[in-house]
């Protein structure tokens, strides 16, 4: 079964505003990582954020990471009609065995031109 | 190759027969998991290999699930018998040993009628 959450399931905004999805997960994780998915198409990886910090940026995208809620944040900045796809968060809690990330539902992004 | 490589990208099939989907990894990923994503929903975990060794197999959903890796590069998910519920993208992703990212191929939809 899935571990993260992310929520909403759906957003619909305008371009040139800034978008932000949330994710909770349940277990310890070394990582979490955000990946976005175009219609009919492959995840493509976008950032990793590792359990020891808080917050990451990389271009339009903004990460954060609070362990203690056991949450994480997605903001992308100044949208885009090329914006539009699906985002996954994904959670690493390898224990000497298991490597696979577990991936959430998923929030479906529509950017309106 | 360039990336991960999955074939056939489309693939119908009735009840009951089987199917074989194909994943070429990117050379030298020592890693390679095999997802499936049911329509609106994130990748779900199936398999996990380490060169040719199948280190998890927990989230194959039955024993009509089978994969294989047998010289560590190729992977091949075959699934028997195949029931409606089996309808779904199988994503293939592998990544180097060690590492955190994982890179997808674009996937095979199934389809059971």
């Known amino acids: 079964s899935q571990q993260g959450e992310e929520d909403p399931q759906a957003l619909s905004i305008q371009e040139g505003e800034n978008a932000t999805m949330n994710c909770s997960y349940k277990?310890?994780?070394?990582?979490l990582q955000w990946y976005r998915q175009n219609s009919g198409r492959g995840l493509v990886h976008l950032i990793l954020i590792r359990s020891n910090e808080r917050e990451k940026h990389s271009g339009r995208l903004r990460v954060t990471l609070d362990t203690s809620k056991k949450s994480s944040s997605l903001l992308i900045t100044a949208s885009r009609a090329a914006d539009t796809a699906s985002y996954f968060c994904a959670t690493d809690a390898s224990r000497g065995g298991s490597e696979k990330l577990v991936f959430g539902k998923g929030t479906k992004l529509t950017v309106n031109p | 190759g360039a990336g991960v490589s999955q074939s056939p990208r489309y693939k119908v099939a009735k009840r009951g027969q089987d199917v074989a989907l194909r994943c070429d990894p990117i050379?030298?990923?020592?890693?390679l998991f095999w997802y499936q994503q049911a329509l609106g929903q994130g990748p779900e975990f199936l398999t996990y290999?380490?060169?040719?060794?199948?280190?998890?197999k927990s989230g194959l959903p039955s024993d009509r699930f089978f994969a294989e890796r047998p010289e560590g590069s190729v992977s091949t998910l075959k699934i028997q018998r195949t029931q409606q519920e089996d309808s779904a993208v199988y994503l293939c992703?592998?990544?180097?040993?060690?590492?955190?990212?994982?890179?997808f191929g674009a996937g095979s939809r199934l389809t059971v009628l």
């Open positions: 050379s030298g990923h020592v890693s």
């Open positions: 290999f380490q060169n040719e060794a199948q280190l998890d």
């Open positions: 992703a592998s990544r180097l040993y060690g590492a955190n990212v994982l890179t």
């Open positions: 277990t310890s994780i070394n990582n």
